[in-house]
């Protein structure tokens, strides 16, 4: 007799169930579409209105999605550092597209050169179709009619930026609309810096020298500033540097100078390229030197021969990937 009342009540039990969860299901979805439709009536931060270096307001309708780099090195970097891959890059096939920091980037995606910094190809320009273009003021003011007739153009200051290792990611983030990704990058730069020193910190104790430099003839080096990340004494790794060692811009010393620089260590910056001298040429042409032979650095095989990409032009890309280098080199010595 007690069978059909426990039936009764266990079906009773279940449809409470049922309706419970058909109620929170309800309930969830409709909170998820009021989340999406909350997400839809966020303001966009699109027109954009960027005041560039040549002091023109310049209409950013929408996010930009094709952009064109006139410069070489350093605003792709920062492009790519902030995700959004440039369809063409001046110098691309002899710089970006074979540069060791880079590969990763261009086993996706081979950028398109669109000529010399100083006169890039208009017509390759138009071809892509861009719907973004970065110039450097000083350096392309004379193509803004033909420039900006293809798409909206931003001038940046180039000159300024090479002595600023953060306005290049602070302004290229700005015209993007991704500041606050741009003040992410430059903290992960920091810490890769912070990180990097204190890996070194054995090292730098010891006082040895280090000299950073590429080939570009047989007859001279160009020395590498203090101020870059490796060798800038507050901001940087802290490596130490022989005396009278330039500040900021690469210097060009002879066989002669780089003697009286003696240093420990001898990074060497040679371009996959060929437009600097391979590495079999450079070794090959110092080889039988007297002079050559006596730096320190040479005696005691402390030289280090890596791909001209390493710190190029401060970016941030370019800097990170150098650090891990000279870490790894110099971290056991």
């Not at 020298?209 to 500033?225: A, D, P």
Request: net charge negative; with cysteine; charged share 25%.
């Amino acid at each position: 007799m007690k069978k059909p009342w426990i039936m009764v009540l266990f079906t009773l039990l279940l449809s409470v169930l049922l309706v419970a969860c058909n109620n929170a299901e309800e309930k969830v979805a409709n909170q998820t579409q009021k989340e999406k439709e909350e997400i839809k009536e966020e303001p966009s931060i699109y027109p954009l209105t960027y005041t560039d270096a040549l002091g023109k307001e310049v209409i950013i309708e929408k996010e930009p999605k094709r952009v064109i780099s006139l410069m070489h090195v350093l605003y792709p970097d920062v492009l790519l550092a902030l995700d959004t891959k440039p369809i063409g890059i001046a110098n691309a096939d002899t710089m970006f597209n074979l540069w060791e920091a880079y590969q990763s980037f261009v086993e996706e995606q081979t950028f398109t050169d669109i000529g010399d910094v100083r006169s890039p190809s208009l017509e390759k320009i138009l071809e892509l179709k861009p719907d973004l273009i970065l110039a450097a003021s000083g350096v392309h003011d004379q193509l803004y009619d033909q420039l900006s007739a293809i798409a909206p153009v931003v001038y940046l200051n180039q000159r300024a930026m090479s002595t600023d290792q953060e306005l290049a990611v602070t302004e290229i983030s700005k015209v993007l609309g991704k500041e606050q990704q741009g003040k992410a990058l430059l903290e992960e730069v920091s810490k890769k810096i912070t990180d990097g020193r204190e890996a070194l910190k054995n090292f730098t104790a010891k006082g040895e020298t280090v000299v950073f430099t590429s080939v570009n003839t047989k007859e001279g080096f160009w020395i590498y500033g203090k101020n870059i990340a490796p060798t800038n004494p507050e901001h940087g790794l802290g490596i130490k540097v022989p005396q009278n060692y330039p500040e900021d811009m690469t210097k060009e010393v002879s066989m002669e100078g780089m003697s009286v620089l003696n240093p420990d260590h001898l990074f060497i910056f040679l371009d996959k390229s060929g437009i600097t001298m391979s590495e079999g040429e450079f070794l090959k042409s110092y080889e039988e030197s007297a002079v050559w032979k006596n730096i320190n650095a040479v005696k005691n095989k402390n030289i280090y021969i890596v791909d001209r990409s390493l710190f190029a032009q401060d970016a941030p890309i370019a800097t990170m990937y150098g650090i891990d280098i000279v870490v790894d080199l110099l971290k056991d010595k």
